[in-house]
């Protein structure tokens, strides 16, 4: 099992609040990434960093933004949470050096967010 | 439009069972293609990955094919287990453009009944 982690796992909130959801890894990965998986639905990608200060938008278009101060961390921020916030959310990450994103990615539980 | 097409969308079979799961894929130019399993509430976890030479790859009851001419890969589970129940995605990468990103089918939900 990889070691990357998601908190919280599950996170219920109201309209208007800001939410940090917090990805950590322990296994030096330079490239780590932010999906977001609705039911049923493939996942999509909406930040991904090459390492530490860098960062960069997805394909899908987010409210979000993330930061990577520290290899090992990558949260993603949301200032102002909204209904069509709601869905899981998964971070990843990834062995290897440069730009491409086709090594084995290694998953974390996901948070699942529901915005009220 | 989805590049990456997975079928059936659900599958249920009994304990034991061997089952077939499909995916057909437009991304060109191809660079490898992985299947992976996503229990409930977890994260995904790769099973296997196969490159443009590769035909077939195996992972313990879990075999995986690659037609790279006609862009389809399927994976074959033998002897299914209640354990098997989780939903299996196809990722094709491509290497074509400067980022090789990734291609996400919508998975194929699978239940294994006892």
Same mark, same amino acid.
């Given at each position: 099992?990889?070691?990357?982690?998601?908190?919280?796992?599950?996170?219920?909130?109201?309209?208007?609040?800001?939410?940090?959801?917090?990805?950590?890894?322990?296994?030096?990965?330079?490239?780590?990434?932010?999906?977001?998986?609705?039911?049923?639905?493939?996942?999509?990608?909406?930040?991904?960093?090459?390492?530490?200060? *860098?960062?960069? +938008? &997805?394909?899908?278009?987010? %409210?979000?933004?993330?930061?990577?101060?520290? $290899?090992?961390?990558?949260? #993603?921020?949301?200032?102002?949470?909204?209904?069509?916030?709601?869905?899981?959310?998964?971070?990843?990450? *990834?062995?290897? +050096? &440069?730009?491409?994103?086709? %090594?084995?990615?290694?998953?974390?539980?996901? $948070?699942?967010?529901?915005? #009220? | 439009?989805?590049?990456?097409?997975?079928?059936?969308?659900?599958?249920?079979?009994?304990?034991?069972?061997?089952?077939?799961?499909?995916?057909?894929?437009?991304?060109?130019?191809?660079?490898?293609?992985?299947?992976?399993?996503?229990?409930?509430?977890?994260?995904?976890?790769?099973?296997?990955?196969?490159?443009?030479?590769?035909?077939?790859?195996?992972?313990?009851?879990?075999?995986?094919?690659?037609?790279?001419?006609?862009?389809?890969?399927?994976?074959?589970?033998?002897?299914?287990?209640?354990?098997?129940?989780?939903?299996?995605?196809?990722?094709?990468?491509?290497?074509?453009?400067?980022?090789?990103?990734?291609?996400?089918?919508?998975?194929?939900?699978?239940?294994?009944?006892?």
């Amino acid at each position: 099992e990889a070691d990357i982690y998601q908190t919280p796992r599950y996170l219920v909130i109201g309209t208007g609040k800001k939410i940090t959801l917090e990805c950590s890894q322990t296994m030096g990965h330079d490239k780590m990434y932010w999906y977001q998986q609705d039911p049923g639905m493939e996942l999509h990608l909406i930040h991904y960093s090459y390492g530490v200060n *860098s960062t960069e +938008k &997805g394909d899908l278009s987010s %409210e979000s933004t993330v930061s990577r101060i520290r $290899t090992e961390h990558f949260p #993603l921020t949301l200032e102002s949470a909204r209904p069509s916030h709601t869905s899981q959310y998964l971070c990843a990450s *990834s062995v290897g +050096k &440069g730009k491409k994103h086709q %090594e084995t990615q290694y998953f974390g539980p996901g $948070t699942r967010l529901l915005v #009220l | 439009k989805n590049q990456v097409e997975q079928s059936p969308q659900s599958l249920i079979i009994l304990e034991g069972k061997n089952c077939t799961l499909q995916c057909n894929y437009t991304v060109s130019p191809f660079s490898n293609l992985r299947w992976y399993k996503q229990d409930t509430g977890r994260g995904p976890v790769s099973l296997t990955i196969m490159t443009f030479s590769e035909n077939t790859k195996s992972n313990g009851r879990y075999t995986a094919t690659l037609d790279a001419d006609t862009k389809q890969s399927s994976l074959h589970i033998t002897a299914s287990q209640l354990s098997d129940s989780a939903s299996y995605i196809c990722v094709v990468s491509d290497r074509g453009s400067t980022l090789g990103r990734l291609y996400f089918g919508r998975g194929t939900q699978l239940t294994v009944w006892p």
